[in-house]
């Protein structure tokens, strides 16, 4: 199982496999042509809330446990049970706009994979 976390402004690489953006906005200054997307799951991305809550200056601790609580939810369970066949058949990127990637949902979202 191989899960990469890379910023969406990244250009792509070969061994990216399945480029899935785990933001719940669209990156700014970018195309969805340059941004070679295989998927945008928004059941998995973080409410509007706690996004606004961890851009205003929230610890990435609590942002963690806030984020993966709201994937407990339905919708978001089901999404991230998805992401876990994708991963399971090859390599997934999860793409973040977030300028420091390993602080970002997708890092979590990397680290419950690999559990």
Request: charged residues 30%.
């Amino acid at each position: 199982m191989s899960v990469r976390v890379r910023r969406v402004y990244e250009p792509p690489e070969p061994d990216d496999g399945l480029r899935v953006l785990v933001d719940r906005l669209w990156p700014r200054g970018i195309s969805k042509e340059e941004a070679h997307l295989d998927e945008w799951p928004k059941a998995l991305t973080p409410s509007d809330d706690l996004r606004r809550w961890y851009h205003h200056g929230g610890p990435y601790d609590e942002f963690r446990h806030r984020y993966e609580e709201e994937l407990t939810a339905p919708e978001a369970a089901g999404a991230l049970g998805t992401l876990r066949e994708l991963v399971s058949r090859g390599p997934v990127t999860l793409l973040t706009a977030g300028r420091d990637p390993e602080h970002s949902q997708a890092s979590v979202l990397r680290d419950l994979l690999a559990s």
